[in-house]
């Protein structure tokens, strides 16, 4: 146990990596899992889904503005852009229909890094001598790499840097047509 805060520090601990902390015969039967360093990748979802909740808000504005008398409960991300999407009836070709399309492609997008977990796979290369081989003892070149993954797919830094762009074009977008509303 420790008294830092946060206990494991600033980063994303995996379930089955603090399972062998809490558990001793967990850690006996099974060992501790070593994963790669996903501090990184949760630090830009974390961004996206944080620009998510941006666009978010200003979907709900616009609901409001256009639809006042429209409930405001609890809605996903789907169900607030097709309220807006059915109270705007934007025109096709215009703009703001334009506009919807850049959020309903980052809203078909979002869900992905909301619930799926990342898995940063440590990768090492190479092979160590076996006693009796030539170079036995030496240090040996392994290299070590690492991949991630979202449920299974592999997926790059600069893939979630593009989901991050797509999130900020979507709140762009929602504010365009939020500035169209009091023009």
């Known amino acids: 146990m420790t008294n830092q805060i946060p206990r494991y520090g600033e980063r994303v601990m995996k379930a089955d990596s603090i399972l062998p ?8 039967k099974y060992g501790v899992p070593v994963h790669g360093n996903a501090t990184r990748y949760n ?3 974390g961004l996206i889904v944080g620009q998510c909740i941006e666009t978010d808000f200003i979907l709900n504005a616009v609901l409001y503005e256009v639809a006042p008398h429209v409930k405001k409960d609890t809605r996903t991300a789907g169900q607030l852009h097709g309220a807006v999407r059915d109270q705007l009836k934007a025109a096709e070709g215009s703009d703001t229909a334009k506009y919807l399309d850049t959020i309903k492609k980052a809203v078909d997008n979002r869900n992905r890094f909301g619930h799926e977990a990342v898995n940063v796979v440590i990768m090492v290369h190479g092979t160590p001598p076996a006693p009796g081989e030539p170079g036995y003892g030496e240090r040996s070149e392994l290299v070590r790499s ?4 979202f449920n299974g797919e592999p997926v790059t830094e600069e893939d979630l840097l593009s989901y991050l762009d797509l999130q900020q074009e979507a709140t762009t977008a929602a504010t365009h047509i939020w500035i169209e509303l009091h023009q």
């Open 21 to 28: 902390l809490l558990n001793a015969e967990y850690a006996e």
């Open 43 to 45: 630090h830009l979802r």
């Open 146 to 149: 690492e991949m991630a993954f």
